[in-house]
């Protein structure tokens, strides 16, 4: 967030409406971020947003400084965005160190202080959404779902990670968002939907919007111009990637229909022991190839800088050249 919202600027008698996108990673949170942007829920300053790139070639709509928040708050039972760790994750915010806690409760303060109707949206909030709880008052929470194998596909192009660990990855997001919505007040906006009927699928947002936010008036068609169909490079039932288990059909059922009452599939403890030691080589996999792709970077730097000096050198015994032979005639 710039300074200048903080200078002088009291807070309001009441909070500002704060709508959250959460969702698994590649499951729509960033266009239905772009969307609901477009419908006049405010997103963040440009130069405070995650940049746009290869993976999202129409911006995350993330800002930069809740994402590595987020981090900080995963940091603290070990966690990452690949690596959920779910089960260890502390069980109340005051569990958090409290340097943390008083960033969070800043960073939100800061945002209030703005006084009109925000957005947050990352994927790390379906795991961090309830510590956020003591430093900003969630009027909605929007929940982003997309069949689980064309997220695992998504991931598999986009970091490598294999479409079975991806799958996995997505239960323990899944389990979470289900949680956290039997506390919030929440809409579930289905990826397929968004993309096949975009201004009925923003008009019914729109709608849930205005039940939520007194004088909320966007224009779905507007919105509906940010929906990028093109964009969607994995189908379910066209690949080769694994199927659902029994218990991830039943858990992507419930988030879809947003049963919270529904058969519970909760893991066994010796399942979910094999899910974390996967996630964990995941995570470590995603870093050595980090690393790896750094170092790369670094030594092409590095051949730049020594060719640059080789053209130094060699102009600098040109110049030194020509000078001595000026001086013999």
């Not at 993976?55 to 993330?62: C, D, H, V």
């Not at 064309?150 to 479409?163: C, M, N, Q, W, Y």
């Amino acid at each position: 967030m710039s300074d200048s919202a903080h200078v002088g600027s009291a807070l309001p008698q009441s909070p500002p409406p704060c709508v959250v996108i959460a969702g698994m990673h590649r499951s729509g949170t960033s266009a239905l971020g772009a969307a609901l942007e477009a419908l006049g829920l405010w997103a963040g300053d440009d130069h405070d947003l995650l940049e746009a790139n290869a993976g999202n070639p129409r911006g995350y709509w993330e800002p930069r400084e809740l994402v590595e928040l987020d981090d900080r708050i995963l940091s603290c039972w070990q966690a990452s965005w690949c690596n959920p760790r779910w089960r260890h994750r502390p069980r109340k915010a005051s569990d958090l160190p409290p340097a943390l806690r008083a960033a969070m409760e800043d960073y939100g303060l800061r945002w209030r202080k703005r006084g009109k109707a925000w957005l947050w949206k990352d994927p790390r909030l379906s795991l961090t959404l309830p510590y956020w709880a003591s430093a900003v008052e969630i009027t909605l929470l929007i929940v982003a779902v997309r069949d689980p194998r064309e997220v695992a596909a998504s991931l598999a192009t986009r970091d490598g990670i294999k479409p079975q660990v991806g799958l996995v990855m997505w239960e323990a997001y899944a389990r979470a968002l289900l949680e956290h919505m039997r506390h919030l007040p929440h809409l579930v906006v289905d990826y397929e939907q968004l993309l096949g009927a975009p201004l009925a699928t923003l008009s019914d947002v729109a709608n849930g919007l205005c039940g939520h936010i007194e004088g909320f008036g966007g224009d779905p068609e507007l919105a509906a111009h940010r929906i990028a169909p093109e964009l969607r490079h994995q189908v379910a039932g066209t690949g080769s990637g694994p199927p659902l288990s029994p218990a991830q059909a039943e858990l992507y059922r419930r988030l879809r229909e947003a049963d919270l009452e529904g058969q519970k599939s909760d893991p066994d403890e010796e399942r979910e022991r094999l899910i974390e030691a996967c996630l964990e080589l995941t995570e470590r996999q995603l870093l050595l190839e980090r690393q790896s792709s750094r170092w790369q970077s670094v030594q092409l730097e590095l051949d730049g800088l020594e060719r640059r000096k080789a053209v130094r050198l060699m102009r600098w015994y040109d110049a030194q050249r020509q000078r001595l032979r000026g001086g013999r005639s």
